[in-house]
């Protein structure tokens, strides 16, 4: 079947998605963000999916706003929209401009984990297993009917980054998977039941603050979630000390949560319930090192 295909996407997660459609359909033009500025001297930089759209030469466009591109969207009169971690909410006239409607690849088993951050969500709470659904989208906040979803088990040592990388995989397989059945009209959109929606917002840097009131379960479930953004980290010393992989341990040294001490030549935190081990940090403005070797520099750790 020919069908004309516009693609919506920013972010790595998007990639394999847009790769895979454009071996298989007519992909006639790219809507992505546009470029931000980026790094310590904050030159622009263009999102993953522009880069990758240009390669394949496909048009790119990059609204700050997707009703500014309106005129083009209409010229590229779509087919179908296929959207994956776009970044922007589709309104009424971008929903009812292809004949096909708007699929979307959304990263989480709706409709638990709606949102921005799904991904993050789903690590940060403890799930056992996340997945990808295929949604016909509609107004809502990834709301729409779905087609289809498959899932994955998330490992104890999965952070935020690996269940990314294995997601965006999937996403694109069971796109092209999907596709067919459904632009052949053998698919009937199912509903999303309403029981078990829970939503994942947009990451700020401070969500990726520890607070050590909090078990040393939760926390390390928060170091895997904000890895590899926004980062887990805390104050120390006037600057904040980034930690990128951890343990528990039973242990407690004293009764306050925050207390530092070493644990088996590694630094610890006291939590509310348990200790927090920090096995691989990075101190501001140096490199990323053990625990080990950045406790035998930090002298004063101990409280």
Known sequence: ???????????????????????????VGVVTQPDRASGRGRELKAPPVKTLALELNIPVMQPERLRDGMDQLCEWNPDLIVVAAFGQ??????????????????ASLLPRWRGAAPINAAVLAGDEETGVTIIKMDAGLDTGHMLASKSIRIGPDDTAGSVFQALSTLGADLLLETLPEYLAGNLKPVPQPEEGATYAPMLKKEDGLLDFTRSAVELERCVRAMNPWPGAWFEWNG????????????????????????????????????????????????????????????RDWST
């Open 1 to 27: 079947m020919s069908i004309r295909v516009v693609f919506m996407g920013s972010p790595d997660f998007a990639l394999p998605s847009l790769f895979a459609l454009a071996k298989s359909y007519e992909v």
């Open 89 to 106: 909410i589709l309104k009424k006239d971008v929903l009812d401009l292809p004949c096909y409607g708007c699929i979307n690849v959304h």
């Open 239 to 298: 600057s904040p000390l980034k930690v990128l992989r951890v343990s528990t341990s039973g242990v407690k040294k004293g009764l306050s949560s925050g207390i530092r001490f070493a644990v088996d030549g590694k630094p610890a935190v006291q939590s509310a319930e348990g200790a927090l081990i920090l096995e691989e940090v990075q101190p501001a403005g140096r490199k990323v090192m053990s625990g080990k070797s950045f406790l035998a520099g930090a």
